[in-house]
């Protein structure tokens, strides 16, 4: 069973940084098309921050171009998120997500990682 694990949440003043990382655990025997973080605030839906595709092109939201950069890393099966100049407004709790397929499936599956907070204080 293919689990995404987050990590690198965290309390950060405004205008810091944090690292996110999300990793594919329980097999290695699985391909990985394309990953994304997104984000959900309080009382608002969830929203995308940035995508990369299998090929590593990056797209992102207009809120956190300049400031955020997504990079994967294929024979770990992770995808990460540097998040610089950080802003009160980028609080929320941040997902990995993923479409996965086992090695003999035929087809693609969407995952989702339990959610990492980020605060960021004024």
């Known amino acids: 069973q293919v689990q995404l694990v987050e990590s690198g949440g965290g309390l950060v003043q405004a205008g810091g940084s944090l690292r996110l990382s999300c990793a594919a655990s329980?097999?290695?025997?699985?391909?990985?098309?394309?990953m994304a973080w997104y984000r959900q605030a309080p009382g608002k839906q969830r929203e995308l921050v940035a995508t990369?595709?299998?090929?590593?092109?990056?797209n992102y939201a207009d809120s956190v171009k300049g400031r955020f950069t997504i990079s994967r890393d294929h024979a770990n099966h992770a995808v990460y998120l540097q998040m610089n100049s950080l802003k009160p407004e980028d609080t929320a709790v941040y997902y990995c997500?993923?479409?996965?397929?086992?090695?003999?499936?035929?087809?693609?599956?969407?995952?989702w990682g339990q959610g990492t907070q980020v605060t960021v204080s004024s």
């Open positions: 997500n993923a479409d996965i397929r086992h090695i003999g499936d035929t087809s693609y599956a969407n995952y």
């Open positions: 329980g097999t290695i025997l699985i391909l990985i098309n394309d």
């Open positions: 990369v595709t299998s090929g590593g092109s990056p």
